[in-house]
């Protein structure tokens, strides 16, 4: 499989052979699966303070032989513990159980809870492969919302200087250029404010997704490139199925350097 790799002004420049990874048959269950394993991997394990809705004075007392104010039972109350007082006054608020205001929870979250999801390592790497693959597919790519233009033939390869671009302002020329800088207009577009209580809770915005940025090692223009809305850029050696497949849908609008191809030929995933 052949590709051709486009200059900083979006000409053609030559063509190359790609590596065997990009001819991989695609599937999208084990692309989802390897997400997950990701996304669970940075779950933490939580629980509840164990006295919590328990620090109260509530007991319930069946015993019909003592008088009103000292029993729980048969004085028109629900048959439930409440708040203990005063010595000389009955029975007040309900407490401790879970239907009660500030009871206990029913089932509350267990730090014993195994919350992450496990992956062979085989089917990593082959999820990883799938994965990069789909990345080649225009039908794939156009289905997961992304802008593409008539122009743009997959897989995008611009030559290695783009790795040296040390302002944001030259990389949006280059990518217009290559015409994919529509993708990072149309996710501005849809950037909203979240719903609910997560907008002050460091989570104003939700979002969209648009170009990945694959180069071959921390380069200059992982600053220039990482402001601009939706753009996520890695090195070819941290490149995951989550990064390629965001919500574990596979088809993300790829931007390789021609030196990210080289190191996608050495590089050991799994």
């Not at 939706?230 to 609008?253: F, H, K, M, T, Y």
Request: aromatic residues 4%; glycine residues 8%.
């Amino acid at each position: 499989m052949k590709a051709t790799v486009l200059s900083l002004t979006g000409q053609k420049t030559k063509e190359i052979t790609l590596p065997p990874v990009f001819e991989t048959e695609v599937n999208t269950g084990l692309i989802k699966r390897a997400v997950l394993a990701i996304q669970s991997s940075r779950l933490q394990p939580k629980g509840v303070f164990p006295k919590a809705g328990r620090q109260n004075t509530a007991v319930y007392v069946g015993y019909r032989g003592l008088p009103a104010p000292e029993r729980t039972i048969n004085i028109g109350h629900a048959r439930l513990p409440r708040m203990k007082n005063r010595r000389t006054l009955a029975a007040g608020q309900v407490a401790r159980v879970p239907q009660a205001v500030g009871g206990v929870r029913a089932h509350p979250p267990k730090v014993e809870k195994n919350l992450k999801e496990c992956i062979n390592k085989k089917e990593k790497k082959k999820a990883l492969q799938s994965a990069i693959a789909a990345t080649t597919q225009l039908e794939r790519v156009k289905k997961r919302g992304h802008q593409v233009a008539k122009e743009i033939q997959l897989p995008l390869i611009i030559e290695k200087g783009f790795e040296e671009i040390e302002k944001t302002s030259a990389v949006i020329k280059t990518l217009k250029a290559i015409h994919v800088f529509r993708d990072i207009e149309n996710a501005k577009k849809k950037k909203r404010i979240r719903a609910g209580k997560g907008k002050r809770r460091g989570r104003k915005f939700k979002r969209k997704k648009s170009i990945l940025i694959v180069t071959s090692k921390n380069a200059k223009v992982y600053k220039a490139a990482r402001n601009l809305e939706g753009v996520d850029i890695v090195s070819v050696q941290n490149l995951n199925a989550e990064l390629l497949a965001p919500g574990a849908v596979s088809g993300r609008l790829t931007v390789w350097t021609e030196g990210s191809i080289q190191g996608l030929e050495k590089k050991k995933s799994g």
